[in-house]
């Protein structure tokens, strides 16, 4: 296949940001996960763990608990307000004030009637949940001390508030606290703390159990207010639990980075009656705090202060009864989420240059004179932006030509000229922009640079057509139907077709010249994560979130033969059992036949002009290619060719110049910027 | 191995009142390696030049002062420090003349001990079991002592010794109370005290002699019962810190010395390296009792390895005190007149050296199952190791089994009867009977020239518990009838072949089981040489074939039971040609052998340097790996295929 020129970028300090709080909603199996940059991400665990769904933050914003109610999405936080999520428009809905200081927890009845936050002021208001709208009920009995976490009774009637030092147990209809369990403080120098207690469940049987800051996790009679266990787990915080669903397990996580389950079980096979809550596996997923956890039917999910998802199956959970679910445990492994599965690197591929996006600023990167043989290749930062106002940026987007830049926040979009000469960029704002661009999802250039692409609520796209003098309003693509946010958005290299997907696995193909839907591409039941159209043939390549890859032409409004064959033949299993995404699809525009793909771990040229392997090839096949000589080496060859030298690969781009761009964005850094983990002893030191 | 040199005479002893009392209180050293400082049981205090066996100097005390612990140095004041008369201390130096005029503080309490060792000050150990470093009590001689050991328990000490580890000092000390046996271990420095219990022996007797030493950061103790058993006991030296109470001390059996008759009296067992432990004041296991031995057992392998006649009685009293002393490659044994120095040398032991070289691990299936003579048995006879019930055992039933058939029965009925004792016999009698019962065998066929039993011989070998040095004869009549069958059986099975037997059959038959068998190179040269020239060349071309016939396939062949490896194949060659090089460099007939041993050994050595390279090019791959650097930007070249 030949020779590839690469720049390997390794300079953008991207730095996800702490997981603080999770809710799993068990109806829809979507997992919304909060960040400390009060950030919000949806998880749909129906397809492949796909991030589905992100709600930039803002620097105020500060989650400190999540609540699914039904379908809708409530956050609480430090700020001291309830905050209602818009999942379509992805933006916060409405926020309340509470009025009680800063809010640590929200949690909702079963019944999703009612809302309950636990405030510093020592107070737990209830909120009634309207169509709308939350509003404000009653407070329960206030206390002294802040409420830390709350957990309602399965039946309603009894709410459980862990606070310092103690759990009290409130009747909700009275409002009344009805029992007091005191929860003892750590032994030697920490006797003097007060123990907090971070986390507590209701049990259906009055079953409390507690994890607290003295590293216990505490089972309680919640009818007489007795202490029935302790399971002293560590020395640290124990900050987190979940129990599952059916109430037999309950998992802790801890500021060791360990998640630790219980399980409610006869500890002798003789007394089958007799349960008591046992501690059975300890699970070592991260190096930090784990600060939220979520129990499912077949997974424990964690996350915690080193910033990755990691969902680990529960396998014995389809098996109980067959002794080999404990190996089979032991060989599967647990599924980790490190990056965000959406661009954040914008790439201009006839300038060389380089976006990156932060919550809060973008770097634009020009990258060095690869003509240069002296090896000294250089890379210059051109600017940084710092957005104004607190909201993050959601998306942004870089002209191939390098002319023009554009970012959005959920409350603005901001467009600039980039005028480059002799290799300075001078850079203007574009001052007035039409009105009805007030955000967007995603936005794109044409690849001419004379329009621009935003997508905007209920699936429609607005196109501005771009001058030197001003930007347009020109027109809205909107479609017949359809809610859910583009999070995929890309245009034809002749200017004509534009092609956006949106959540709901839908993807729209639009005429730009009559500015009409052309087709839509037959729905697959996973969500696309990445798609592009081919510089020639326009025809359109997805992948989809279950790694399935199509080729739909878009002229003749049908899979190629090319796709046919490959899902005639299928993918080898190799590449289905990738856990990672493909985030970007190009194209070389010298051979019509190459296709670039990525993920995190890998980057592979499909050449469609080569066979397709069949599940008995060996699909990693460039070491052995490497090993063969010239003769031998067509009969081996295979179209997907992979290469795995460059590691946590943010982006993959071929430039003009037949150059690949790789930006990679090495672990071992991020784990360098975290701060210390708790100081643990080890063996011998 | 280990050797026991000639030793001399350092010093003539004066006999004490008392018979049973040592003339010897202790042996120390001082701060050049050929000094000896010597303390004599009442009052005088003797520096030796060990190599001159010469006096350099000697101290007493006065006329009705006794001293009541053994002289010691200090190395960091270049002292020597005493206790006379239990309280008072008296320090001195080589070229004070008097001990009177010599520097003395009286303390409050009993001094057991003071012990010095090279890297920490001396410490003084109070008969109560308080513990103090010399100069914090000489700084205040009067200071309140306190008692470790209660006096109304009558809990007293009976050894003790110092451990200097890298940064930390222990002193350990046994004691005895009501029957019972303690070791306490003071940690100086933190100061900490930890107490264990010994366990106790089944005939309830005192121990005869500790002896501790510092290995791999464990305080190694050893210690010898009357009935000749020697235990050893590990405590951690970064042990458990702030234990409470009494802990159980675990002991494992490191050697059953063979005692005779009665118990030991007075006997000392000192640990020379991990392998080897010198025993004094215990009869050579063949020689007659009543004299006492110097021995070096060797405790791995349970075998004698070198011994030495102490003329005269063995100096010593009843109870705990040591009568052997061993410092820097000498050991120091009072006996009759005389304090004798007996330099002795301990090589690294291993089974191949001891029982020579290896057997492939793949073939030594039957390892387990076949026990290494100790020199025990074989010298002994019947006389086994085991407690006196299983003799008893066992002797009915070799009373049972040595009767008429095997002394005068025909071939077949002999057959039989071997057949039937053993199917019958179980693993523990049947050791013992099956030795006896070849024994008998082979003499009556080396008396009756017509009578041999190669079934019966070939069964009882199959048994796998018989070994060459229980039967030596028995391969050697095999040779001798030309039972090649037997022979193999032998070599197979036996793990004790002597080279000049293994080259006794070479000479007769080339098998692969000859090459199997376990030698050791220095002995089998000698041997080797035995072979006349066709011989050699016969063997080196069949071993060449061999060779040439697994290097083929060496790949493809899994380890068969009864093929040589390539090493042992190897191995033969080189010993062939250690043995006959000039004899083969003149025979005409062996000089295509040679050039093609020759160009084989070329090209191994070519193999193996091509190899070698490769192997420092991995190495520096993967060095290579995590230094490459990780710069932020870089513009890098890869090929796709």
Same mark, same amino acid.
């Given at each position: 296949?030949?020779?590839?020129?690469?720049?390997?970028?390794?300079?953008?300090?991207?730095?996800?940001?702490?997981?603080?709080?999770?809710?799993?909603?068990?109806?829809?199996?979507?997992?919304?996960?909060?960040?400390?940059?009060?950030?919000?991400?949806?998880?749909?665990?129906?397809?492949?763990?796909?991030?589905?769904?992100?709600?930039?933050?803002?620097?105020?914003?500060?989650?400190? +608990?999540?609540?699914?109610?039904?379908?809708?999405?409530?956050?609480?936080?430090?700020?001291?307000?309830?905050?209602?999520?818009?999942?379509?428009?992805?933006?916060?809905?409405?926020?309340?004030?509470?009025?009680?200081?800063?809010?640590?927890?929200?949690?909702?009845?079963?019944?999703?009637?009612?809302?309950?936050?636990?405030?510093?002021?020592?107070?737990?208001?209830?909120?009634?949940?309207?169509?709308?709208?939350?509003?404000?009920?009653?407070?329960?009995?206030?206390?002294?001390?802040?409420?830390?976490?709350?957990?309602?009774?399965? &039946?309603?009637?009894?709410?459980?508030?862990?606070?310092?030092?103690?759990?009290?147990?409130?009747?909700?209809?009275?409002?009344?606290?009805?029992?007091?369990?005191?929860?003892?403080?750590?032994?030697?120098?920490?006797?003097?703390?007060?123990?907090?207690?971070?986390?507590?469940?209701?049990?259906?049987?009055?079953?409390?159990?507690?994890?607290?800051?003295?590293?216990?996790?505490?089972?309680?009679? $919640?009818?007489?207010?007795?202490?029935?266990?302790?399971?002293?787990?560590?020395?640290?915080?124990?900050?987190?639990?979940?129990?599952?669903?059916?109430?037999?397990?309950?998992?802790?996580?801890?500021?060791?980075?360990?998640?630790?389950?219980?399980?409610?079980?006869?500890?002798?096979?003789?007394?089958?009656?007799?349960?008591? *809550?046992?501690?059975?596996? @300890?699970?070592?997923?991260?190096?930090?705090?784990?600060?939220?956890?979520?129990? #499912?039917?077949?997974?424990?999910?964690?996350?915690?202060?080193?910033?990755?998802?990691?969902?680990?199956?529960?396998?014995?959970?389809?098996?109980?009864?067959?002794?080999?679910?404990?190996?089979?445990?032991?060989?599967?492994?647990?599924?980790?989420?490190?990056?965000?599965?959406?661009?954040?690197?914008?790439?201009?591929?006839?300038?060389?240059?380089?976006?990156?996006?932060?919550?809060?600023?973008?770097?634009?990167?020009?990258?060095?004179?690869?003509?240069?043989?002296?090896?000294?290749?250089?890379?210059?930062?051109?600017?940084?932006?710092?957005?104004?106002?607190?909201?993050?940026?959601?998306?942004?987007?870089?002209?191939?030509?390098?002319?023009?830049?554009?970012?959005?926040?959920?409350?603005?979009?901001?467009?600039?000229?980039?005028?480059?000469?002799?290799?300075?960029?001078?850079?203007?704002?574009? +001052?007035?922009?039409?009105?009805?661009?007030?955000?967007?999802?995603?936005?794109?250039?044409?690849?001419?640079?004379?329009?621009?692409?935003?997508?905007?609520?209920?699936?429609?796209?607005?196109?501005?057509?771009?001058?030197?003098?001003?930007?347009?309003?020109?027109?809205?693509?909107?479609?017949?139907?359809?809610?859910?946010?583009?999070?995929?958005?890309?245009?034809?290299?002749?200017?004509? *077709?534009?092609?956006?997907?949106?959540?709901?696995?839908? %993807?729209?193909?639009?005429?730009?010249?009559?500015?009409?839907?052309?087709?839509?591409?037959?729905?697959?039941?996973?969500?696309?994560?990445?798609?592009?159209?081919?510089? @020639?043939?326009?025809?359109?390549?997805?992948?989809?979130?279950?790694?399935?890859?199509?080729?739909?032409?878009?002229?003749?409004?049908?899979?190629?033969?090319?796709?046919?064959?490959?899902?005639?033949?299928?993918?080898?299993?190799?590449?289905?059992?990738?856990?990672?995404?493909?985030?970007?699809? @190009?194209?070389?525009?010298?051979?019509?036949?190459?296709?670039?793909?990525?993920?995190?771990?890998?980057?592979? #040229?499909?050449?469609?002009?080569?066979?397709?392997?069949?599940?008995?090839?060996?699909?990693?096949?460039?070491?052995?290619?490497?090993?063969?000589?010239?003769?031998?080496?067509?009969?081996?060859?295979?179209?997907?060719?992979?290469?795995?030298?460059?590691?946590?690969?943010?982006?993959?781009?071929?430039?003009?110049?037949?150059?690949?761009?790789?930006?990679?964005?090495?672990?071992? !850094?991020?784990?360098?910027?975290?701060?210390?983990?708790?100081?643990?002893?080890?063996?011998?030191? | 191995?280990?050797?026991?040199?000639?030793?001399?005479?350092?010093?003539?002893?004066?006999?004490?009142?008392?018979?049973?009392?040592?003339?010897?209180? $202790?042996?120390?050293?001082?701060?050049?390696?050929?000094?000896?400082?010597?303390?004599?049981?009442?009052?005088?205090?003797?520096? /030796?030049?060990?190599?001159?066996? =010469?006096?350099?100097?000697?101290?007493?005390?006065?006329?009705?002062?006794?001293?009541?612990?053994?002289?010691?140095?200090?190395?960091?004041?270049?002292? /020597?420090?005493?206790?006379?008369?239990?309280?008072?201390?008296?320090?001195?130096?080589?070229?004070?003349?008097?001990?009177?005029?010599?520097?003395?503080?009286?303390?409050?309490?009993?001094? *057991?001990?003071?012990?010095?060792?090279?890297?920490?000050?001396?410490?003084?150990?109070?008969?109560?079991?308080?513990?103090?470093?010399?100069?914090?009590?000489? +700084?205040?001689?009067?200071?309140?002592?306190?008692? %470790?050991?209660?006096?109304?328990?009558?809990?007293?000490?009976?050894?003790?010794?110092?451990?200097?580890?890298?940064?930390?000092?222990?002193?350990?000390?046994?004691?005895?109370?009501?029957?019972?046996?303690?070791?306490?271990?003071?940690?100086?420095?933190?100061?900490?005290?930890?107490?264990?219990?010994?366990?106790?022996?089944?005939?309830?007797?005192?121990?005869?002699?500790?002896?501790?030493?510092?290995?791999?950061?464990?305080?190694?103790?050893?210690?010898? /019962?009357?009935? $000749?058993?020697?235990?050893?006991?590990?405590?951690?030296?970064?042990?458990?810190?702030?234990?409470?109470?009494?802990?159980?001390?675990?002991?494992?059996?490191?050697?059953?010395?063979?005692?005779?008759?009665?118990?030991?009296?007075?006997?000392?067992?000192?640990?020379?390296?991990? !392998?080897?432990?010198?025993?004094?004041?215990?009869?050579?296991?063949?020689?007659?009792?009543?004299?006492?031995?110097?021995?070096?057992?060797?405790?791995?392998?349970?075998?004698?390895? !070198?011994?030495?006649?102490?003329?005269?009685?063995?100096?010593?009293?009843?109870?705990?005190?040591?009568?052997?002393?061993?410092?820097?490659?000498?050991?120091?044994?009072?006996?009759?007149?005389?304090?004798?120095?007996?330099?002795?040398?301990?090589?690294?032991?291993?089974?191949?050296?001891?029982?020579?070289?290896?057997?492939?691990?793949?073939?030594?299936?039957?390892?387990? +199952?076949?026990?290494?003579?100790?020199?025990?048995?074989?010298?002994?006879?019947?006389?086994?190791?085991?407690?006196?019930?299983?003799?008893?055992?066992?002797?009915?039933?070799?009373?049972?089994?040595?009767?008429?058939?095997?002394?005068?029965?025909?071939?077949?009925?002999?057959?039989?009867?071997?057949?039937?004792?053993?199917?019958?016999?179980?693993?523990?009698?049947?050791?013992?009977?099956?030795?006896?019962?070849?024994?008998?065998?082979?003499?009556?066929?080396?008396?009756?020239?017509?009578?041999?039993?190669?079934?019966?011989?070939?069964?009882?070998?199959?048994?796998?518990?018989?070994?060459?040095?229980?039967?030596?004869?028995?391969?050697?009549?095999?040779?001798?009838?030309?039972?090649?069958?037997?022979?193999?059986?032998?070599?197979?099975?036996?793990?004790? %072949?002597?080279?000049?037997?293994?080259?006794?059959?070479?000479?007769?038959?080339?098998?692969?089981?000859?090459?199997?068998?376990?030698?050791?190179?220095?002995?089998?040269?000698?041997?080797?040489?035995?072979?006349?020239?066709?011989?050699? #060349?016969?063997?080196?071309?069949?071993?060449?074939?061999?060779?040439?016939?697994?290097?083929?396939?060496?790949?493809?062949?899994?380890?068969?039971?009864?093929?040589?490896?390539?090493?042992?194949?190897?191995? *033969?060659?080189?010993?062939?040609?250690?043995?006959?090089?000039?004899?083969?460099?003149?025979?005409?007939?062996?000089?295509?052998?040679?050039?093609?041993?020759? &160009?084989?050994?070329?090209?191994?050595?070519?193999?193996?340097?091509?190899?070698? =390279?490769?192997?420092?090019?991995?190495?520096?791959?993967?060095?290579?790996?995590?230094?490459?650097?990780?710069?932020?930007?870089?513009?890098?070249?890869?090929?796709?295929?």
């Amino acid at each position: 296949m030949g020779e590839f020129k690469v720049h390997r970028v390794r300079f953008f300090d991207y730095m996800p940001t702490a997981i603080r709080a999770m809710a799993f909603n068990a109806h829809t199996e979507r997992l919304a996960l909060a960040r400390m940059d009060g950030s919000v991400e949806i998880f749909n665990f129906t397809d492949h763990y796909f991030q589905e769904k992100v709600i930039p933050g803002k620097d105020s914003r500060s989650t400190e +608990s999540l609540c699914w109610v039904g379908g809708r999405l409530f956050s609480a936080g430090l700020n001291g307000e309830i905050t209602e999520y818009d999942l379509e428009n992805l933006r916060p809905k409405y926020s309340l004030e509470a009025y009680g200081g800063p809010i640590w927890t929200i949690i909702s009845n079963t019944q999703g009637t009612q809302l309950a936050i636990g405030c510093e002021d020592g107070t737990v208001k209830l909120f009634e949940v309207l169509e709308e709208h939350i509003q404000f009920e009653r407070n329960l009995d206030r206390q002294k001390g802040r409420i830390i976490s709350l957990s309602w009774h399965p &039946s309603g009637t009894h709410i459980a508030a862990g606070m310092m030092d103690m759990i009290r147990v409130f009747d909700v209809p009275t409002g009344h606290a009805v029992q007091r369990l005191l929860v003892d403080r750590g032994f030697g120098g920490s006797k003097s703390q007060e123990t907090v207690v971070w986390s507590v469940a209701f049990l259906s049987d009055h079953t409390v159990v507690s994890g607290d800051s003295a590293g216990k996790v505490q089972v309680w009679d $919640g009818h007489t207010g007795t202490l029935v266990k302790t399971h002293l787990v560590t020395k640290w915080d124990v900050l987190a639990l979940s129990v599952s669903k059916d109430e037999s397990s309950v998992v802790a996580g801890t500021s060791e980075g360990t998640v630790i389950q219980f399980q409610f079980i006869a500890p002798t096979l003789h007394q089958q009656q007799d349960k008591e *809550w046992v501690r059975t596996r @300890t699970f070592k997923n991260h190096t930090h705090d784990v600060r939220a956890l979520a129990e #499912i039917e077949t997974a424990i999910v964690s996350g915690g202060m080193d910033t990755h998802l990691v969902v680990r199956p529960l396998l014995e959970k389809f098996d109980e009864n067959t002794e080999m679910a404990e190996i089979t445990l032991a060989g599967f492994d647990s599924v980790l989420l490190f990056f965000p599965q959406r661009n954040l690197v914008s790439c201009a591929k006839k300038a060389g240059l380089l976006l990156f996006q932060f919550p809060g600023q973008l770097e634009l990167w020009r990258l060095g004179d690869s003509d240069g043989h002296d090896g000294r290749n250089t890379v210059n930062i051109v600017d940084s932006f710092q957005t104004k106002g607190s909201d993050h940026i959601c998306c942004s987007a870089l002209s191939s030509c390098g002319g023009w830049l554009a970012y959005s926040t959920v409350s603005c979009v901001r467009i600039y000229r980039l005028q480059t000469d002799n290799n300075n960029i001078s850079i203007t704002k574009v +001052s007035k922009l039409p009105k009805a661009l007030r955000s967007a999802h995603q936005l794109c250039f044409s690849s001419d640079s004379s329009k621009m692409f935003a997508a905007s609520s209920q699936s429609s796209v607005l196109v501005i057509a771009l001058t030197q003098s001003e930007c347009k309003y020109v027109h809205t693509l909107k479609p017949k139907s359809g809610q859910q946010p583009i999070h995929l958005m890309t245009t034809s290299v002749d200017g004509k *077709w534009l092609a956006a997907a949106n959540s709901d696995c839908e %993807i729209r193909v639009y005429n730009l010249q009559k500015l009409k839907l052309h087709c839509i591409v037959p729905v697959y039941g996973s969500c696309p994560s990445a798609m592009g159209i081919h510089p @020639t043939t326009n025809n359109m390549t997805v992948v989809h979130a279950d790694q399935q890859l199509f080729e739909y032409s878009i002229v003749e409004k049908q899979y190629t033969d090319w796709s046919r064959k490959l899902q005639k033949q299928g993918l080898h299993n190799v590449w289905l059992d990738r856990d990672t995404p493909v985030t970007h699809v @190009t194209f070389n525009p010298k051979n019509p036949n190459q296709v670039v793909l990525h993920d995190m771990h890998m980057f592979c #040229i499909i050449d469609q002009s080569l066979p397709l392997p069949d599940q008995k090839t060996q699909f990693y096949n460039q070491m052995t290619l490497r090993s063969l000589s010239e003769q031998e080496r067509p009969s081996h060859l295979h179209a997907f060719k992979i290469c795995k030298t460059f590691q946590d690969l943010l982006c993959v781009s071929l430039l003009d110049d037949q150059s690949l761009v790789v930006v990679e964005r090495p672990l071992l !850094a991020i784990t360098s910027q975290l701060p210390a983990p708790v100081r643990q002893k080890k063996f011998a030191t | 191995m280990a050797t026991l040199f000639e030793g001399f005479t350092l010093c003539g002893l004066v006999q004490t009142q008392s018979a049973s009392d040592s003339a010897i209180q $202790g042996i120390e050293l001082d701060g050049d390696s050929d000094h000896a400082v010597v303390t004599d049981s009442t009052r005088a205090v003797t520096l /030796y030049k060990v190599s001159d066996q =010469k006096p350099l100097g000697s101290w007493t005390v006065k006329q009705g002062q006794l001293l009541t612990c053994p002289a010691v140095f200090n190395f960091q004041t270049n002292e /020597y420090v005493v206790v006379s008369d239990n309280k008072v201390i008296r320090v001195w130096k080589e070229e004070d003349l008097h001990l009177d005029k010599a520097f003395k503080a009286t303390v409050s309490a009993d001094v *057991w001990r003071v012990h010095s060792a090279p890297g920490g000050e001396p410490v003084v150990l109070f008969q109560r079991g308080a513990v103090r470093l010399l100069d914090s009590l000489l +700084s205040a001689p009067q200071q309140p002592i306190e008692d %470790i050991l209660s006096e109304e328990e009558k809990e007293v000490i009976r050894w003790s010794t110092n451990i200097v580890a890298e940064k930390q000092h222990f002193v350990l000390f046994t004691t005895e109370q009501k029957g019972e046996h303690f070791l306490y271990v003071q940690r100086l420095n933190p100061n900490t005290l930890q107490k264990y219990r010994l366990e106790r022996e089944d005939s309830r007797a005192p121990p005869l002699s500790f002896s501790a030493s510092l290995r791999d950061k464990h305080i190694n103790l050893l210690y010898l /019962y009357p009935n $000749g058993c020697v235990y050893q006991s590990v405590v951690a030296v970064q042990g458990p810190v702030g234990l409470e109470g009494v802990q159980a001390l675990p002991r494992s059996l490191r050697l059953r010395l063979p005692v005779g008759e009665g118990e030991l009296g007075a006997a000392s067992a000192v640990a020379l390296d991990e !392998a080897h432990v010198a025993v004094v004041g215990m009869p050579h296991p063949s020689a007659r009792t009543g004299k006492d031995f110097l021995c070096i057992w060797n405790t791995n392998f349970q075998t004698l390895q !070198a011994d030495k006649e102490m003329v005269g009685r063995i100096c010593g009293q009843v109870g705990i005190l040591r009568i052997v002393w061993c410092y820097l490659g000498k050991l120091f044994v009072p006996h009759g007149k005389a304090l004798s120095v007996i330099p002795y040398e301990c090589q690294k032991s291993s089974l191949a050296s001891a029982l020579g070289k290896l057997r492939h691990p793949g073939i030594a299936v039957s390892k387990s +199952s076949v026990a290494i003579p100790s020199w025990n048995t074989l010298l002994h006879g019947d006389q086994p190791q085991g407690p006196t019930k299983i003799v008893d055992s066992r002797k009915s039933v070799l009373t049972v089994v040595h009767l008429q058939p095997f002394q005068t029965g025909p071939v077949e009925e002999v057959r039989r009867e071997v057949e039937a004792l053993v199917s019958r016999g179980d693993a523990q009698d049947l050791q013992l009977s099956v030795g006896r019962l070849a024994c008998q065998l082979v003499a009556r066929s080396q008396v009756e020239t017509a009578f041999y039993a190669p079934g019966a011989l070939a069964r009882l070998v199959k048994t796998q518990c018989l070994c060459h040095s229980m039967c030596p004869d028995l391969l050697l009549l095999a040779l001798e009838h030309k039972d090649y069958f037997l022979c193999q059986l032998c070599l197979q099975l036996f793990p004790d %072949i002597p080279e000049v037997v293994t080259c006794a059959c070479l000479k007769t038959f080339i098998g692969n089981e000859v090459l199997q068998t376990p030698y050791s190179d220095n002995l089998l040269v000698p041997h080797l040489k035995d072979l006349n020239a066709p011989q050699v #060349i016969l063997f080196l071309q069949y071993l060449q074939f061999i060779y040439l016939k697994y290097s083929q396939d060496v790949y493809t062949q899994t380890p068969v039971l009864r093929s040589p490896t390539m090493t042992q194949i190897i191995d *033969w060659v080189c010993l062939l040609l250690d043995a006959h090089f000039t004899v083969l460099v003149m025979a005409p007939d062996a000089k295509g052998l040679l050039s093609n041993l020759q &160009s084989f050994v070329k090209s191994q050595v070519k193999l193996f340097s091509e190899l070698g =390279k490769i192997e420092g090019s991995l190495q520096e791959l993967h060095k290579m790996k995590p230094s490459k650097d990780i710069s932020q930007y870089s513009i890098e070249v890869i090929e796709l295929f």
